[in-house]
């Protein structure tokens, strides 16, 4: 597809350890030769950190690992970053078969924690209580900076990255905890949204984030989870302008009000669809006609194993996910052509 913005890229979740070389063959053979430059890689805690070894999530990936992907895309003219969910997100249940994925849920169940809230259960905003959807990390905790922070470093340097994905998307569990409910949740966001863009900064980084938690669910019309419904909103107006907002919409609709929002706050943005075309075509169509300078370009998600992803591309296995292959085709519709 011909897109009139600079930045084509997608949204890939780390491989499993047996399927890197069929990642690095998809982004060598597929991704590059149709315009890709741009991979957020989705590594969460699935990495043989040194720093903080207590934090590795389901099958970390090694160093060695990490830096195949990296030759692949710095030979193709490809922009890596690392993506790691820095509030929500902290947990989930897996797909079967495992991608390595912790996905969501919509009851109050028993489900995983992912490798932070695994090694330090304190750092959970709600510790004691099943969470509905996903954990958060509590933003009041002085630890969480101290880990969060030692993790961020070692990802830029193994990624050799310029920049970082933080996630913040759904948060849904916020100021819960008793020294959170002292503040706002749009001060408990912003302030942490704040901290993690000055940190990345003072590392020459470029801070990506998901953008749904400054658009209000009353005034722009979005469902709860693609925009906020709980006053994390007004945070928009406090956190950094050189943000890279990646504004992300699923669900069928003819408007997208998030970009006259985030184009008079100041802030440039991607705009990331998923796996319906007819979804896509609308957000892409409104896009291109409501574009006053502030879109940069599209990055495309997936939420599939990229190995998964990888291996119908590029030898037409069945996926093995329910939507693989719904979104291998999104993904031909965006690249090719």
Same mark, same amino acid.
């Given at each position: 597809m011909q897109l009139p913005w600079k930045t084509k890229g997608i949204v890939l979740t780390a491989p499993l350890h047996e399927e890197v070389d069929n990642t690095v063959k998809f982004i060598r053979e597929y991704l590059a030769p149709n315009g890709c430059n741009l991979i957020c890689m989705q590594i969460r805690y699935r990495y043989q950190f040194k720093r903080h070894p207590e934090c590795m999530g389901y099958d970390p990936l090694s160093?060695? !690992?990490?830096?195949? %992907?990296?030759?692949?895309?710095?030979?193709?003219? %490809?922009? $890596?970053?690392?993506?790691? +969910?820095?509030?929500?997100h902290q947990s989930g249940l897996p797909n079967i078969p495992t991608d390595g994925i912790l996905h969501g849920h919509h009851q109050k169940i028993p489900d995983i924690r992912d490798g932070l809230l695994r090694a330090y259960p304190e750092l959970d905003e709600t510790p004691d209580e099943p969470a509905f959807y996903s954990r958060s990390i509590c933003l009041t905790n002085p630890l969480v900076k101290i880990i969060l922070f030692d993790l961020i470093d070692e990802l830029l340097e193994v990624f050799e990255a310029d920049g970082m994905h933080i996630g913040c998307d759904e948060v849904l569990n916020i100021g819960l905890c008793?020294?959170?409910?002292?503040?706002?949740?749009?001060? $408990?966001?912003? !302030?942490?949204?704040?901290?993690? *863009? #000055? *940190?990345?900064?003072?590392?020459?980084?470029?801070?990506?984030?998901?953008?749904?938690?400054?658009?209000?669910?009353?005034?722009?019309?979005?469902?709860?989870?693609?925009?906020?419904? +709980?006053?994390?909103? /007004?945070? %928009?107006?406090?956190? /950094?302008?050189? %943000? $890279?907002?990646?504004?992300?919409?699923?669900?069928?609709?003819?408007?997208?009000?998030?970009?006259?929002?985030?184009?008079?706050?100041?802030?440039?943005?991607?705009?990331?669809?998923?796996?319906?075309?007819? *979804?896509? #075509?609308?957000?892409i169509r409104y896009a291109i006609e409501h574009d006053e300078g502030q879109v940069e370009g599209l990055l495309l998600t997936t939420w599939c194993g990229s190995g998964d992803l990888a291996r119908h591309m590029l030898y037409g296995e069945p996926g093995r996910w329910n939507h693989t292959e719904e979104i291998a085709r999104m993904v031909r519709y965006i690249f090719e052509n």
């Open positions: 160093e060695e !690992d990490i830096k195949k %992907i990296v030759r692949a895309c710095k030979e193709n003219g %490809i922009r $890596l970053l690392p993506k790691m +969910n820095l509030h929500g008793p020294e959170c409910r002292k503040y706002s949740n749009a001060k $408990l966001f912003g !302030d942490w949204v704040t901290a993690v *863009h #000055d *940190h990345l900064a003072s590392r020459g980084a470029e801070m990506l984030m998901w953008g749904d938690r400054f658009l209000n669910s009353a005034e722009t019309g979005y469902q709860e989870f693609e925009s906020s419904a +709980n006053g994390t909103d /007004p945070a %928009i107006d406090v956190v /950094p302008k050189d %943000i $890279l907002v990646c504004d992300w919409h699923y669900e069928k609709q003819t408007e997208y009000p998030s970009l006259a929002v985030y184009k008079n706050k100041g802030f440039r943005m991607l705009i990331s669809p998923w796996r319906i075309r007819e *979804h896509t #075509d609308n957000f």
